[in-house]
């Protein structure tokens, strides 16, 4: 049996693409072959973990300031114990800060191979939060060391790799392209009725959709400005999620006269009804700059639901235009016009719903397959290249 410890620096209950990746890896692939244990911080302390799979969580601190809490696992003495007694066979880290270097020392004393995911635009993170390109190339440079530090590194799609290999990477990153666990709704009609009656929606009117952290990285103001530009009103945009810049949104949405088109659902837990959401909708808007290869593109895809990106976005890497999604030029105004011309070209439009189901939907299955398949390389690289450096003294 091989076991894999997977290191994040937040976990449940916090929601977010990173942490669903991991969570589907390790349930899916602690199946007898492979064991999984997630090491991960603390988020809240009466939330209870009811998994299949191993979770190891150290101490961490909230910052007021961020979505997230601060992890200390150098200070907490029965993480370090359980690291210490976890029998690791492979490391896995989806971040690069204290959990996820802790891993990295594992890796080096036990002499077996560690590798990354690359899901996050770190720079764009880093200036956001110092406004300083000084110390934005400074954190960017300890991150990459870490990153540069594992024996081989995955990322979702092409255009990331690029970002990543500007960044510093050794080599280009292998491509592992994500999955959603969402399955096509069984009744679209029951669907849409459920989500009508839970938002006091009519059945006639358009629907658009983002679901996400409600945080200025998501391009979240953007999105209110180009809808305050569209000549048809008749709309009801939903967004799902929570997040500190949520006071900020509801001022953009009151700006540009907007309260009586948007719908704040907050966060959804239901997965049921989130799908019953996509399947509803129009159009998901994701005008994000910030995101790699959001789940929530793939979760939309699942129920036939198209995406407008903006252009030279890499989320966007994974589509093409008005075959699988539709891609606009990165202003309001286009913005706007793109979502006009879509739902005026009823055959584009339905062409290119299909075209998202085909080309975006992949089953966790085949993710998981993959995924096992280069660990099983990675670690015989290794093998080989410890016996040759032992051969060699």
């Not at 007898?32 to 998994?51: H, I, L, N, Q």
Request: with cysteine; proline share 4%; aromatic share 12%.
């Amino acid at each position: 049996m091989i076991r894999v410890g997977m290191f994040v620096d937040t976990y449940f209950p916090m929601v977010d693409g990173v942490i669903h990746v991991v969570h589907n890896y390790a349930k899916r692939m602690n199946d007898g072959e492979f064991e999984v244990v997630v090491f991960c911080p603390v988020a809240d302390k009466k939330y209870r973990d009811e998994f299949s799979y191993e979770v190891k969580r150290c101490k961490s601190v909230k910052l007021f300031f961020l979505d997230y809490s601060l992890p200390l696992p150098k200070l907490d003495r029965q993480f370090k114990k359980a690291l210490k007694g976890a029998r690791l066979d492979l490391v896995h880290i989806h971040s690069p800060f204290g959990v996820a270097q802790m891993g990295i020392r594992y890796a080096k004393k036990h002499r077996i191979p560690a590798v990354a995911t690359l899901h996050s635009q770190f720079k764009q993170d880093f200036y956001q939060a110092t406004k300083s390109k000084l110390i934005t190339k400074l954190m960017l440079n300890h991150v990459m060391k870490v990153f540069n530090s594992c024996d081989e590194y995955y990322t979702v799609n092409s255009r990331v790799a690029e970002i990543f290999y500007e960044y510093g990477c050794k080599h280009m990153p292998l491509i592992q392209r994500n999955c959603s666990d969402c399955t096509p709704v069984e009744d679209a009609e029951e669907a849409k009725r459920l989500v009508n009656e839970t938002f006091s929606l009519s059945p006639d009117e358009t629907v658009f959709l983002f679901v996400g952290r409600i945080n200025a990285l998501k391009n979240i103001y953007f999105l209110t400005e180009a809808l305050s530009k569209l000549k048809d009103k008749n709309f009801k945009m939903i967004f799902v999620g929570d997040g500190n810049d949520m006071p900020a949104l509801k001022n953009k949405i009151q700006k540009f006269g907007l309260t009586d088109n948007v719908i704040l659902a907050g966060r959804i837990t239901d997965r049921e009804l989130l799908k019953a959401m996509y399947a509803r909708a129009q159009l998901f808007l994701f005008p994000s700059m910030y995101d790699t290869n959001s789940l929530v593109q793939l979760e939309a895809a699942t129920q036939h639901l198209p995406t407008v990106f903006l252009k030279d976005s890499a989320t966007s890497a994974t589509v093409t235009d008005n075959v699988s999604g539709f891609i606009s030029e990165p202003t309001p105004e286009a913005y706007a016009q793109k979502i006009e011309q879509v739902l005026a070209d009823r055959e584009l439009y339905e062409s290119v719903r299909e075209g998202a189901f085909r080309d975006l939907y992949i089953t966790w299955d085949e993710t998981v397959a993959e995924m096992k398949r280069k660990y099983k390389i990675v670690i015989e690289q290794k093998k080989e290249a410890l016996a040759k450096t032992k051969h060699k003294k």
